[in-house]
């Protein structure tokens, strides 16, 4: 069964950092893109940021770019979005997802954890 | 950007009832489209991708259509376990787009 677990939500102040983390299981992590996709409260769906399985290509949404930045670690199936300089419009609940297509991209999302909340106030 | 415009924002329908919701891109993205289901509280489910290809597994009462820069989502009879926000999202061009949501309620 394919799986995705966030952590490392939580409140930070504006101008701080902080790292989440998306751990997987189920499937050959180390063969599929992912993704990261945030939703604000009460709000609609925004992507952040790609990154295929070997690393080898990364995007951002502009939003984020030059303060956030997608990692992931093969050998320990985790996925990770390092968040600097977080401003009070980075507040919400932030999915990792999977692109279904190995070793390529289809820029699908068929399987999504179930999100962390990042909450950025003073 | 690719600008996805869908309507209506919110909708409510019958037990039984045919559902449609449409989503307008703002250039051309061919047929680079998906649609997804989101129950209050969840995480997104992917119910179709490329415009029209069902996502195994997903009710076929859940249907799509459409290219270009037009879009429909179908639901042939509605259910009540459907009530959830639909969204579409095009992968035409990065940055990848979603619409801003349909939320479907029961009458």
């Known amino acids: 069964e394919v799986k995705l677990v966030e952590s490392g939500g939580g409140l930070v102040k504006p101008g701080g950092s902080l790292r989440l983390s998306c751990a997987a299981s189920g499937f050959t992590f180390s063969s599929y893109s992912m993704n990261w996709v945030r939703q604000a409260p009460g709000k609609g769906l925004e992507w952040v940021s790609s990154i295929s399985a070997s690393s080898s290509y990364i995007y951002y949404a502009d939003s984020v770019k030059g303060r956030f930045t997608i990692s992931r670690d093969n050998a320990k199936n985790s996925l990770y979005l390092r968040m600097n300089s977080l401003r009070a419009e980075d507040t919400a609940v932030y999915y990792c997802a999977r692109d279904p297509e190995p070793n390529s991209s289809s820029w699908r999302l068929d399987y999504w954890g179930q999100g962390s909340l990042v909450t950025v106030s003073s | 950007d690719i600008q996805m415009t869908q309507s209506p924002s919110s909708l409510s329908a019958s037990v039984g009832d045919r559902v449609t919701i449409t989503c307008q891109a703002s250039?051309?993205?061919?047929?680079?489209l998906n649609w997804y289901q989101q129950k209050p509280g969840k995480a997104p489910k992917l119910l179709i991708y490329d415009a029209s290809n069902l996502e195994t597994g997903v009710p076929s009462r859940f249907s799509g259509s459409g290219s270009g820069t037009d879009f429909t989502f179908t639901i042939s009879s509605l259910q009540p376990e459907d009530i959830a926000a639909y969204y579409c999202q095009q992968y035409d061009y990065l940055p990848l787009t979603f619409g801003g949501g349909t939320k479907v309620e029961i009458k």
């Open positions: 250039q051309d993205i061919s047929n680079n």
